[in-house]
């Protein structure tokens, strides 16, 4: 049984639903987002949408018991929410963060792709996102 059947066996088809289909429309709008976070006037905007999406999607996951996804938005849940508790004139965030922050992305689109066509597991970690910035700022 693939991961797709397995929520269909064990939880509502339309709160599946209504995951895949934030969880697709959020990946969407993050690169953006992301990319912002290195201009000073979007970056407190920014960084406050990312602490929200990645914590609802942190939330929504744990209810499904999706563990690989629940581990990885904690960390970038802890990274954006660093980020939006500087409400510092002319922060952006760093390079490093940011080419960070877009593999994560890339890893959930593939977490997305893998729960949308039954894959049986999740897909393995990019090794470099366990390189977490040291850096977050410039």
Same mark, same amino acid.
């Not at 697709?24 to 912002?36: E, R, S």
């Not at 922050?101 to 597991?121: A, K, M, P, R, T």
């Given at each position: 049984?693939?991961?797709?059947?397995?929520?269909?066996?064990?939880?509502?088809?339309?709160?599946?639903?209504?995951?895949?289909?934030?969880?697709?429309?959020?990946?969407?709008?993050?690169?953006?987002?992301?990319?912002?976070?290195?201009?000073?006037?979007?970056?407190?905007?920014?960084s406050?949408?990312?602490?929200?999406?990645?914590?609802?999607?942190?939330?929504?996951?744990?209810y499904l018991?999706?563990?690989?996804?629940?581990?990885?938005?904690?960390?970038?849940?802890?990274i954006?929410? !660093?980020?939006?508790?500087?409400?510092?004139?002319?922060?952006?965030?760093?390079?490093?963060?940011?080419?960070?922050?877009?593999?994560?992305?890339?890893?959930?689109?593939?977490?997305?792709?893998?729960?949308?066509?039954?894959?049986?597991?999740? !897909?393995?970690l990019?090794?470099?996102?366990?390189?977490?910035?040291?850096?977050?700022?410039?």
């Amino acid at each position: 049984m693939g991961l797709l059947k397995e929520l269909e066996a064990n939880y509502e088809l339309d709160i599946i639903e209504d995951y895949l289909t934030h969880f697709g429309f959020i990946n969407g709008t993050l690169d953006k987002l992301i990319v912002n976070l290195s201009r000073s006037d979007k970056f407190d905007d920014s960084s406050s949408e990312l602490y929200r999406i990645f914590h609802n999607l942190k939330t929504a996951s744990q209810y499904l018991e999706l563990d690989q996804i629940v581990k990885l938005t904690t960390i970038v849940e802890d990274i954006t929410s !660093r980020l939006k508790s500087s409400h510092t004139t002319g922060a952006t965030a760093s390079n490093e963060l940011i080419d960070w922050l877009l593999l994560v992305v890339d890893q959930l689109q593939g977490y997305l792709d893998d729960i949308e066509n039954d894959e049986i597991y999740l !897909r393995i970690l990019n090794p470099k996102i366990i390189a977490i910035p040291n850096e977050i700022f410039n």
